[in-house]
């Protein structure tokens, strides 16, 4: 069992920043791959970053390719979510999310592991 807590969400401006937090707890951090969707009012929940088993190679949705950014820090068990020049296209409620290193990243129902959410807000 895997629990995630994230943190970080808030309201900014358009053309802001925001670092976002998912701390694990439970099984050996290191054994899943992690990933941040996004589901904004009345949208399906959407793929926004991944990151490999232990760190390693990223992925990103085109929508935020060059402005976020994941990472992951293993003696944490945490994995951020560094977002940068913010739209008001981006507002959602952001989840991280644990998968085996074998399932695919891009899927939400590859995923096991889900934290509660964190809202961000991004005013024009």
């Known amino acids: 069992q895997v629990q995630l807590v994230e943190s970080g969400g808030g309201l900014v401006q358009a053309g802001g920043s925001l670092r976002l937090s998912c701390a694990a707890s439970?099984?050996?951090?290191?054994?899943?791959?992690m990933g941040w969707f996004r589901q904004a009012p009345g949208k399906e929940r959407e793929f926004v970053a991944a990151?490999?088993?232990?760190?390693?190679?990223?992925y990103y949705a085109d929508s935020v390719k060059g402005r976020f950014t994941i990472s992951s820090d293993n003696a944490k068990n945490t994995v951020y979510l560094q977002m940068n020049s913010l739209k008001p296209e981006d507002t959602a409620v952001y989840y991280c999310?644990?998968?085996?290193?074998?399932?695919?990243?891009?899927?939400?129902?590859?995923?096991?592991?889900w934290g509660q959410g964190t809202q961000v807000t991004v005013s024009s």
């Open positions: 439970g099984r050996t951090f290191s054994s899943y791959a």
């Open positions: 999310g644990a998968r085996r290193p074998s399932r695919s990243y891009l899927m939400e129902y590859e995923y096991d592991y």
């Open positions: 990151i490999g088993w232990s760190g390693g190679r990223t």
